[in-house]
């Protein structure tokens, strides 16, 4: 059975947000849900969306691990927005770290590099 992952961000401005993210993700979203509520379908099961919910914004981390790590971190700048940190971890784990308007944190991780 498959299982259906939905991580929610909650955000104080929707409109500046769902900008936002859709320069992260690359694309509008998948759907939107509510006239506050947008979703970014990254997977087959696998999806991210916004609500607009200014108590709890700025309280969430998300971490998604990709296997395309340099390129999408790449395009990412490409689009405008630069990660607030880079990480290397002591196994080589890579991670670039992003922060909306809200303070939120995505994490995009990447596996450590070949060495020869």
Same mark, same amino acid.
């Given at each position: 059975?498959?299982? $259906? ?7 104080? $401005?929707? !409109?500046?947000? #769902?900008?936002?993210? +859709?320069?992260?993700? &690359? =694309?509008?979203? =998948?759907?939107?849900?509510? !006239? ?11 999806? *991210?969306?916004?609500?607009?919910? +200014?108590?709890?914004? &700025?309280?969430? *981390?998300? =971490?998604? /691990?990709? %296997? $395309? /790590? $340099? *390129?999408?971190?790449?395009? *990412? =700048?490409?689009?405008?927005? #630069? !990660? ?7 196994? &080589?784990?890579? #991670?670039?770290?992003?922060? %909306? !308007? ?7 991780? &990447? +596996? ?5």
């Amino acid at each position: 059975m498959p299982l $259906d992952m939905y991580a929610g961000i909650y955000v104080r $401005d929707y !409109p500046t947000a #769902k900008a936002w993210y +859709a320069l992260l993700l &690359g =694309s509008e979203p =998948s759907y939107v849900a509510t !006239p506050t509520e947008a979703v970014w379908e990254l997977a087959e099961y696998r999806s *991210i969306f916004i609500e607009q919910n +200014a108590e709890h914004a &700025g309280h969430s *981390i998300v =971490s998604l /691990f990709v %296997d $395309d /790590f $340099d *390129i999408r971190v790449a395009q *990412i =700048s490409a689009r405008g927005l #630069k !990660p607030t940190e880079r990480l290397t971890y002591r196994n &080589g784990v890579r #991670k670039a770290l992003y922060h %909306d !308007p809200d303070g939120n944190e995505i994490g995009f991780g &990447g +596996a450590p590099l070949a060495t020869s």
